[in-house]
T-cell receptor, first 113, second 113 residues
Framework: ETGVTQSPTHLIKTRGQQVTLRCSSQSGHNTVSWYQQALGQGPQFIFQ???????GRGNFPPRFSGLQFPNYSSELNVNALELDDSALYLC????????????FGSGTRLTVV | QQQVKQSPQSLIVQKGGISIINCAYE??????FPWYQQFPGKGPALLIAIRPDVSEKKEGRFTISFNKSAKQFSLHIMDSQPGDSATYFC????????????FGAGTTVTVRA
């Protein structure tokens, strides 16, 4: 199986709730990154995992957290949702923790009301 | 803080024309400069990329021009086609942070038939 798969595709949550987004990396890729893309903006780096360890974090508060599992799938968790968290959340995978050509999923559209 | 500045925000070109998108960066540690193409409802897809030891790279109708001294790079889309209508993002990355991507704000290209 090739490509990066994200679920769900769309999600509506209420302010203050918690959300978990999921990502299945491209086969053979051991690095996964998460990006937030607000409407009309470029993606912003949230964090990256390499072989289950976080190895970089962007300018996002601690209520954004993640996990990478032994099969290299990943989760993004966001606590205490705020209206500004409404965005497209993108997962990208690559090989060997280096830039080898990131493959992006189609994203999860999160709407916070 | 936007590490990569992209312009224009949008452009319209006639079929067969040339689309030109410009990007500028400040951090001289950046050593990899990819361009991504994004269609509505999809994640970004790698289009073409360049390293700073090369001044130009061409793949089909897409060409990157790179000016290291000016810290600028641009994407030229030759013989633009309606299927090229999409949002284009320039990005930059560096080895010292495992090639995490810093994206520009994006350019929406519309090709009129």
């Amino acid at each position: 199986e090739t490509g990066v798969t994200q679920s769900p595709t769309h999600l509506i949550k209420t302010r203050g709730q918690q959300v978990t987004l999921r990502c299945s990396s491209q086969s053979g890729h051991n690095t996964v990154s998460w990006y937030q893309q607000a409407l009309g903006q470029g993606p912003q780096f949230i964090f990256q995992y390499y072989r289950e360890e976080e190895n970089g974090r962007g300018n996002f508060p601690p209520r954004f957290s993640g996990l990478q599992f032994p099969n290299y799938s990943s989760e993004l968790n966001v606590n205490a949702l705020e209206l500004d968290d409404s965005a497209l959340y993108l997962c990208a995978s690559s090989l060997d923790g280096r830039y080898y050509g990131y493959t992006f999923g189609s994203g999860t559209r999160l709407t916070v009301v | 803080q936007q590490q990569v500045k992209q312009s224009p925000q949008s452009l319209i070109v006639q079929k067969g024309g040339i689309s030109i998108i410009n990007c500028a960066y400040e951090n001289t540690a950046f050593d990899y400069f990819p361009w991504y193409q994004q269609f509505p409802g999809k994640g970004p897809a790698l289009l073409i990329a360049i390293r700073p030891d090369v001044s130009e790279k061409k793949e089909g109708r897409f060409t990157i021009s790179f000016n290291k001294s000016a810290k600028q790079f641009s994407l030229h889309i030759m013989d633009s086609q309606p299927g090229d209508s999409a949002t284009y993002f320039c990005a930059a990355s560096k080895k010292e942070n495992d090639y995490k991507l810093s994206f520009g704000a994006g350019t929406t290209v519309t090709v009129r038939a």
